[in-house]
């Protein structure tokens, strides 16, 4: 899916998609999204949106905003920093999540 708007910032994304439905808050956990005592295995998503956000004075304090959908209809948000060392299962699945995205383009 094409991006179809732009935030001014992760705060304003994420209240955004919120009132669109996509209520949870995501940790990635290697190949599992963790929220409120819940794990969902991640290959059951896919990306809905996503929003890049640059730091103002740093190039490198840049964040990612996803919007997941799971094939049985959970909504969830993920937030993550663009380029932060993270473990290499976790590294795999945003770039599993990235293709498909790329690919539903």
């Excluded at 999204?33 to 740093?58: H, M, P």
């Excluded at 997941?68 to 380029?83: A, E, P």
Aim: hydrophobic residues 30%; glycine residues 6%.
């Amino acid at each position: 899916m094409k991006q179809k708007f732009h935030y001014a910032t992760i705060t304003e994304a994420i209240s955004q998609l919120k009132e669109q439905g996509f209520t949870l808050e995501f940790n990635l956990v290697g190949n599992e999204f963790k929220t409120e005592g819940q794990t969902y295995v991640a290959d059951e998503f896919e990306i809905v949106d996503l929003y890049r956000y640059e730091g103002t004075s740093d190039p490198a304090d840049e964040s990612i905003v996803y919007a997941l959908l799971s094939s049985s209809g959970v909504k969830g948000i993920l937030v993550t920093s663009y380029g932060a060392s993270t473990d290499e299962s976790s590294a795999e699945t945003i770039r599993q999540l990235h293709y498909k995205y790329q690919q539903s383009k």
